[in-house]
């Protein structure tokens, strides 16, 4: 968008600005992924995951929820690339996505949430 097509001129040159914004497709996929993380259950498992790798079962005893409720909270991570999984027999295991953006999620939710992690 130029800014010559702007309603109003405020006399400002924000084209850099302009230039740098976002495509929708590139916000939309933002947005899902903080939708994702915007529910409690599914951030306590997503931040266990950037620490260990481990399967629905112990998931569902460390959350203390139902191995129903954690495996629809995995598929909706699984689902905008922040985890992944891998079968060993019958047993799936799941730990988060090795990707700039998983660690820049997972080290900004530390920082908010003021959680040192535990040295490995």
């Known amino acids: 968008m ?3 097509v702007l309603p109003h001129d405020h006399g400002e040159d924000g084209s850099e600005i302009l230039n740098a914004l976002p495509s929708t497709e590139a916000i ?3 947005s899902n992924i903080m939708r994702q993380l915007a529910d409690p259950s599914r951030l306590r498992i997503f931040w266990l995951l950037c620490h260990k790798e481990e399967c629905v079962t112990n998931i569902a005893a460390i ?3 139902s191995s129903p ?3 629809h909270h995995l598929r909706l991570l699984k ?3 922040l985890i992944t999984s891998k079968r060993s027999g019958k047993e799936m295991y799941y ?3 090795d990707t700039e953006m998983v660690d820049l999620l997972h080290r900004n939710i530390e920082k908010i949430a003021c959680i040192n992690c535990p040295a490995f």
């Open 2 to 4: 130029s800014l010559s």
């Open 28 to 30: 939309e996929n933002v």
């Open 63 to 65: 959350t203390q929820m």
């Open 69 to 71: 409720a954690v495996s």
């Open 79 to 81: 689902s905008c690339g």
């Open 95 to 97: 730990r988060s996505a």
